[in-house]
């Protein structure tokens, strides 16, 4: 075992003093850290440890995995400071009073441990007084004294902090199990009504979607914003993707195209995201060729997500034949098809490339019919019902129509496609 | 395929699928990677039916084809009849005409469609030349449908044509193009 200790000492402003808001922050952490280990366990109120035995090779050893962690807790927007060592509570101990230090071995451990003051163990303040009156300032002059003076005088559970320090007892830690869904919430430390800064408090939110996803090994299909308001009603925001995604640029921008068509209702105090579905992503392929071809594949779907971002989603579909002899049912508009359909059959007669929105009564503009009659009567059972005689025609600009006579009623001509 | 195949098209062009056509056009088709501008007399001049065999070869080889604003609905049985997958096409309507070129832009500059097909509002050279540029980056057809009258003012489209009914077919004029204008031919349509 080996343990990444990570100490956040400042959380921001507006959670600080908020301790359920402080635990969902530290929980939505470690699910964003699951993207370094499978082994994550938080230490309330504000540390992490990441088991990372398996992780260094990986990320490039000890000093990189650190590095790594310190500059993603960064763009989230805390400062961190990290050690490793195997024992998780030395791990916690030198985060917190020797950060940087980084031990895969117990050979120093007691050395390195020795300068990290009392002040930064978990004990009874009545403990720190009595190790004071002592005149043991740090864990060295723990370690110095007697341990049967010191089981005497302070207690036993200071033998036990320090055994587990030093890995000589056994220190469980229970690992973080990650949410089925993701849940952030950040509060703007101003309310603000523009874009950019929306934008700015967004990134961050996508860095941590980042990471659970990461974790989970998958990506999200459906990211739903809300923009909380002054007195708590919100702007929902539903940004909807063809395809699983995770990366947080793309995220951004199809983020900043629908907010540049919405209207706030007014300052933004908190932005919140919720994810509820995640998807496997389709592993990247490192051969070239198979790379290329996955990214003309990934051109699709993002293709489809840019134009629904900005246009909406009912503005972008595709098309489907469908059975009906009416010819205004001959078709379904669909969601633009990720896949394969069918072919329909062939329609019974000569079928026009434009269809008119609706039938359009016909002037008296002089005419030659060029073919037809084509009989179409159906649609009795269900109200819609048509009894119509199609003909291909020609105006005199030579424009080929398509044209039907109503059976019934007044028998009046209607234009309903061009052949375009 | 109408009457039949020509030569073999060149590089950096998809054949019109009509030996006629593929005659007329510089490079022996349409080109790849660019905008053509069609400028009919009037909507429904043929417009579509010159496009269709090339339309339809794309959507065999499994591209896509982007609609961006047509006047009317692309019919579904009639696509299907001629050889273009209706799984195929996509359909935007932007409305706006700002969001029209925008959208045309997106779809050229992806490379995820083999052509677009675009019915502006009104097109600035400026606009064009975007658009030009997007269909360079994505390699895909670019097809921009415009009012004859466009034809009198310059145009940063690699081709332009224009377009009138004739009986049984169209008569396309190369307004611009490699090669010269004023060249003439008339293709049948078949259907």
């Known amino acids: 075992m080996l343990w990444l200790g990570i100490h956040l000492p400042r959380f921001s402003a507006e959670v600080v003093g908020d301790a359920a808001a402080m635990s969902a922050a530290l929980a939505r952490l470690a699910g964003w850290a699951g993207r370094f280990t499978p082994v994550v366990s938080p230490v309330p109120p504000r540390e992490l440890l990441l088991e990372v035995a398996g992780s260094l090779r990986l990320f490039g050893g000890p000093d990189r995995l650190a590095a790594r962690v310190v500059e993603g807790l960064r763009d989230l927007g805390y400062t961190a400071a990290a050690a490793l060592a195997p024992p998780p509570l030395a791990a916690t101990l030198l985060a917190r009073a020797r950060p940087g230090t980084l031990l895969t071995q117990r050979g120093t451990l007691e050395r390195e441990l020795g300068p990290v003051p009392v002040s930064a163990l978990d004990v009874a303040p009545e403990t720190l007084a009595a190790l004071r009156g002592i005149g043991a300032g740090t864990l060295g002059d723990c370690l110095r004294l007697p341990r049967a003076g010191l089981a005497r005088r302070i207690g036993t559970d200071l033998l036990r902090v320090l055994d587990r320090a030093l890995g000589r007892i056994p220190d469980p830690r229970e690992p973080f199990v990650l949410p089925p869904r993701y849940e952030g919430c950040l509060v703007l430390p101003a309310a603000v009504a523009s874009v950019e800064p929306l934008l700015f408090a967004a990134r961050r939110l996508l860095l941590e979607l980042e990471g659970y996803l990461e974790a989970r090994g998958g990506g999200a299909v459906a990211l739903a914003w809300t923009l909380r308001h002054h007195g708590g009603h919100g702007t929902r925001v539903e940004v909807g993707l063809a395809a699983p995604a995770r990366e947080p640029g793309r995220l951004l921008k199809l983020l900043r195209e629908r907010l540049e068509r919405t209207r706030l209702a007014g300052p933004v105090e908190v932005v919140e995201l919720a994810v509820e579905q995640i998807l496997p992503l389709v592993p990247a392929n490192l051969d070239l060729w198979q790379a290329r071809a996955a990214q003309s594949g990934q051109a699709w779907p993002e293709l489809l997500d840019r134009l629904r971002a900005r246009l909406g989603a009912a503005a972008v579909q595709g098309l489907r034949p469908a059975a009906d002899h009416r010819p205004e049912r001959a078709f379904v508009r669909t969601e633009p098809s990720l896949g394969e359909q069918p072919a329909p059959s062939p329609a019974p007669g000569p079928r026009p490339l434009w269809l008119l929105s609706a039938p359009m009564a016909l002037p008296a503009r002089r005419l030659t019919l060029v073919a037809g009659p084509e009989r179409i009567e159906s649609g009795w059972w269900d109200g819609a019902d048509v009894q119509r005689d199609y003909f291909v025609a020609e105006d005199r600009g030579g424009l080929r129509l398509w044209v039907f006579r109503e059976r019934g009623g007044e028998r009046h001509w209607f234009l309903h496609g061009i052949f375009g | ?191």
């Open chain 2, 1 to 191: 395929m109408g009457d039949g195949r020509g030569a073999a098209p060149g590089e950096g062009v998809v054949s019109t699928g009509r030996a006629s056509l593929d005659d007329l056009l510089p490079g022996g088709g349409w080109p790849l990677g660019a905008m053509t501008e069609i400028l009919p007399v009037s909507a429904g001049a043929g417009e579509l039916g010159l496009l269709v065999p090339a339309l339809a070869d794309l959507s065999r080889q499994g591209r896509r084809i982007a609609w961006i604003d047509p006047p009317h609905l692309p019919y579904p049985p009639a696509l299907a009849a001629a050889g273009v997958a209706p799984s195929r096409v996509l359909l935007v309507c932007a409305g706006a005409g700002r969001d029209r070129l925008w959208a045309a832009e997106q779809c050229l500059r992806s490379g995820a469609c083999g052509a677009v097909l675009l019915w502006p509002q009104e097109c600035d050279n400026q606009s064009l030349r975007r658009l030009q540029l997007a269909a360079e980056k994505g390699g895909g057809l670019g097809f921009l449908f415009r009012a004859q009258r466009a034809a009198a003012a310059p145009s940063p489209a690699a081709l332009r044509l224009r377009l009138a009914p004739t009986p049984g077919g169209v008569a396309v004029e190369v307004v611009k193009g490699r090669g010269g204008s004023g060249r003439r031919a008339e293709v049948r349509l078949a259907g």
